[in-house]
């Protein structure tokens, strides 16, 4: 069984930083790519960031120069550096994997983990 246990979030002030990190169990994980994923009161899912196997990442607009995904496959985690929060950076946060492709489509990811929250004041 695949298994993705997210941790790390917490109550910040605007402009202060997080690290969420995520645990992953299972048969493989230095093949999948691994997405954050966020979703905000009365706001659909939204894509944060994903690295793929090769160490490639992508972020989403509204993070990028702000945020950092990064993995360590010995340890089967992926991890999220958030700096410079912001108030509209309040959400759930969900880790993801991907066994096959790359996309910041969450339907795309087959495992998720059940979510971290952040909350950021101002």
């Known amino acids: 069984q695949v298994q993705l246990v997210e941790s790390g979030g917490g109550l910040v002030q605007a402009g202060d930083s997080l690290r969420l990190s995520c645990a992953a169990s299972?048969?493989?994980?230095?093949?999948?790519?691994m997405g954050w994923f966020r979703q905000a009161p009365g706001k659909e899912r939204e894509f944060v960031a994903y690295i793929s196997w090769s160490g490639y990442t992508y972020y989403a607009d509204s993070v990028k120069g702000r945020f950092t995904i990064s993995r360590d496959n010995a340890k089967n985690t992926v991890s999220l550096q958030m700096n410079d929060l912001k108030p509209e950076d309040t959400a759930v946060y969900y880790c993801a994997a991907d066994p096959t492709r790359s996309n910041t489509d969450y339907r795309t990811y087959n495992y998720w983990g059940r979510g971290t929250q952040v909350t950021v004041s101002s």
């Open positions: 299972g048969r493989t994980f230095s093949t999948y790519t």
